[in-house]
């Protein structure tokens, strides 16, 4: 049975919210221009890359509308949604894909608030984590 989910945007958790608009400005103040779709993606990318998934996540009522995903965000949600359930059927439930991707997203905006915290360049260290993900990834780790 197919479930197709009625939500409008994949929301920020409403403690992380300002963490987002954080992270996409320290972006756009290093002329790159995010949107809150590829800030959702990249932390979602970023916290099951990094195992980091919250429990629930407390609507915020902002963040990136679902008619902005490509059809390359909704593969990756896929796959993760995959991964985390060990079972192919899983993909008819849209609904259960964009709860893990809220769920992952906020884990991985908790884990690059912390990296934001550290001293250094942010955006350096930012970049070496990019790196590293993409070798784990081509390397199939």
């Given at each position: 049975m197919i479930i197709e989910s009625k939500k409008t945007i994949l929301e920020f958790d409403k403690n992380s919210r300002e963490t987002f608009e954080l992270?996409?400005?320290?972006?756009?103040?290093n002329d790159l221009n995010p949107s809150n779709?590829?800030?959702?993606?990249?932390?979602?990318?970023?916290?099951?890359?990094?195992?980091n998934k919250v429990d629930t996540v407390q609507r915020s009522g902002t963040g990136p509308r679902v008619q902005y995903l490509k059809?390359?965000?909704?593969?990756?949600?896929c796959a993760i949604q995959c991964?985390?359930?060990?079972?192919?059927?899983?993909?008819?439930?849209?609904?259960?894909?964009?709860?893990?991707?809220?769920?992952?997203?906020?884990?991985?905006?908790?884990?690059?608030?912390?990296a934001a915290e550290q001293p250094g360049d942010f955006l350096n260290d930012l970049t070496a984590q990019v790196v590293h993900m993409y070798t784990q990834m081509m390397q199939g780790d």
């Open positions: 992270f996409g400005k320290k972006l756009k103040d779709v590829d800030l959702f993606i990249y932390a979602m990318a970023f916290g099951f890359l990094n195992g059809p390359e965000h909704e593969v990756l949600m991964a985390e359930t060990g079972k192919v059927e899983s993909l008819l439930n849209q609904e259960e894909r964009y709860d893990l991707a809220e769920r992952y997203a906020e884990g991985g905006i908790r884990l690059l608030k912390s």
